[in-house]
């Protein structure tokens, strides 16, 4: 692939020349590629329907996102040279968030105590629950943690019911970004 930067000749070009080479625009820039071989009579496999199905979903998905002004902006803002929201959102909804890790240090079981989570997005967490089970694998407790004004990859879940031996205690915590994709992590305490 050629990156043409400043050669007046084909700056803008679009299209093909003689099928061997496609012009592209990408921002900016104009990009040189070879033309793209495929038979079109040809079936696509399981995984190919699976892919082309997620990429028409991730684009609908961000077709509606971008209709709210507020997304637009957030999406525009994240998106770097030569990438539009419009790709930003549709990378959003392919890549699931992650949870990195659940900080049991301060939960003593008792009302109060504090779970930390670090939850990380290459957009942007939207939310975290957090369930607490007993040793015996009974919910004690769920709820969502709050995000940290200060560190924007650290949420806060705080207890509210006493758990009597928090040793051997379950916490789960799923992280979910704006299209709805979800990630776990269970800890034990």
């Known amino acids: 692939m050629a990156d043409i ?3 007046l000749l084909v700056k803008g070009a679009r299209g093909n020349v003689g099928k061997q080479f496609v012009y592209r625009k990408h921002g900016d820039d104009t990009i040189i590629t070879l033309m793209p071989v495929f038979d079109p009579d040809a079936p696509s496999s399981e995984e190919q329907q699976e892919t082309r199905n997620r990429f028409a979903a991730a684009t609908c ?6 209709q709210s002004a507020d997304y637009k902006k957030a999406y525009r803002k994240k998106a770097t040279k030569g990438k539009t929201a419009h790709n930003i959102a549709i990378r959003d909804f392919l890549r699931p968030p992650v949870v990195k890790k659940i900080r049991t240090a301060d939960y003593n079981g008792m009302p109060g105590s504090s779970i930390i989570i670090h939850a990380k997005d290459d957009f942007r967490v939207a939310a975290v629950k957090v369930s607490i089970f007993n040793a015996d694998g009974t919910l004690l407790e769920e709820g969502h943690a709050f995000l940290s004004p200060v560190n924007l990859l ?3 879940y705080t207890a509210t019911q006493t758990n009597a031996v928090p040793v051997g205690s379950l916490i789960r915590a799923v992280a979910s970004d704006i299209p709805g994709n979800t990630a776990a992590l269970e800890v034990f305490v």
Do not use: D, P, Q, V
Not at 61 to 66: D, G, W
């Open 154 to 156: 650290t949420w806060t």
């Open 5 to 7: 930067s400043k050669n």
């Open 61 to 66: 998905f961000a077709r509606n996102i971008l």
